[in-house]
Structures are given as structure tokens and as C-alpha cells.
């Protein structure tokens, strides 16, 4: 059975995800400059005029994509920082299961987080709004986690806003690395370290 056979049985919202879906699929290999409905129609293996159809044209398409891409990442993310984070026994076993748990969402959907943590050039205004709003909240979160009188033993910041923008900075950057080195930096490496570094950022001074 052909492409063109299965897919005229779609229905409208199963026609709409195979779009979205091919689109991240040419967002992945050639960056935003590479989609175009032309495109898209060829990879899905339909006209033009039923592209033009679900999205009435390539602004809407690429909005509907980095909406749904966006959702999904901040979906990962609320069920990662969960309030279970901020009740955790020991908020550095906490912020470590929650660096395992990011990191395997990336690996698990490489061309979303590649969108996030690196839009490409020429990406929509659209996703640098959706990744400032997501970052504003994993920030309210992870200060939380380090405010003093907030959680269990380990790391308790006196100042809880600027850690967690640190401690976000080097999850994102492992995140980049998992990304473009795997083979350089594994993920049991990324973990191994971030574990080291959190123990002794939660090591009492002197």
C-alpha cells in the first residue's frame, strides 16, 4: 500500500500531527530555511493544497510546530520538577534525579531540545517567547528547591535565585553536550559529574 493510499484515510487531526511531524522531520535536517510547503507536501507524500489546507501558510505552519513542540518540553519539565522535587529528603539526590530525568528527555527527543536549547538561525520570534516563559519557570522551581528551610539536607543557597540560574546554565549546557557529543560526554558521564559537583556545592564550608 502506498503513502498516498494510507494517508487518505487520515482524519483531519491525525493529517495535521503526520504534517507537524514531517516538518520537525525537515527542521532537523536543514533548519528552518529548509521547510517549505512545497517541501513538506513531498515528504508527506500529498499536494500542496491539502498542506495549504491545515495551515494556511508557512508562518502558521511553523507556529502550530513550535507550539506543540514548546508544550510538549514544558510538559516534560513540569512532571521533572514536580512538587515531589521540592518535598524530597535530600534536595541533592533530588536535583540529581531531576538532571537524569531532563537529560533523558533530551535524548529521547533530540530535534525538540536541539529547537530549545539551540534555535537555529532564522527561528520564529515565536519560540524565543515559549523558551523565556519556560526558563522563568524552571527558575521559580529550582529556587525553591535551594531556599534554606525549604527542603531536607543538602544544597541551601543564600541566595536562591542566582544558584538556580547556575544550576540551570550547567544542566542546559550538559544537555548541549549530549547533544552534539554523545560519544564525548554519555550520559552516565554527564550524570557522574553533575553528581561530584552538586555533593560538593552542598559540602559544608570550611
Do not use: C, N
Request: net charge negative.
Amino acid at each position: 500500500m502506498s503513502v498516498t493510499s494510507r494517508t487518505q484515510r487520515m482524519s483531519a487531526a491525525e493529517r495535521r500531527e503526520q504534517l507537524l511531524d514531517v516538518t520537525k522531520e525537515l527542521v532537523g535536517e536543514h533548519g528552518f530555511h529548509g521547510v517549505t510547503m512545497e517541501a513538506v507536501a513531498r515528504r508527506a507524500g500529498i499536494t500542496r493544497p491539502i498542506v495549504y489546507g491545515h495551515f494556511h501558510d508557512l508562518r502558521g505552519l511553523l507556529q502550530a510546530l513550535l507550539d506543540r513542540e514548546t508544550e510538549r518540553a514544558l510538559a516534560q519539565l513540569s512532571e521533572i520538577l514536580g512538587d515531589d522535587l521540592i518535598a524530597a529528603e535530600s534536595r541533592t539526590e533530588a536535583l540529581l534525579a531531576a538532571t537524569r530525568g531532563y537529560l533523558e528527555a533530551v535524548r529521547a527527543d533530540p530535534v525538540t531540545w536541539r529547537l530549545i536549547l539551540m534555535p537555529p538561525e532564522g527561528a520564529p520570534e515565536v519560540l524565543r517567547e515559549h523558551i523565556a516563559r519556560g526558563r522563568e519557570a524552571v527558575l521559580a522551581v529550582l529556587a525553591d528547591v535551594v531556599r534554606p528551610g525549604s527542603g531536607g539536607p543538602g544544597l541551601a543557597s543564600p541566595d536562591p535565585p542566582l544558584t538556580a540560574r547556575m544550576l540551570s546554565a550547567l544542566a542546559d549546557e550538559a544537555a548541549r553536550l549530549l547533544l552534539t557529543e554523545p560519544d564525548e560526554y554519555p550520559l552516565e558521564r554527564l550524570l557522574e559529574h553533575s553528581r561530584w559537583l552538586l555533593e560538593r556545592l552542598a559540602a559544608p564550608a570550611g
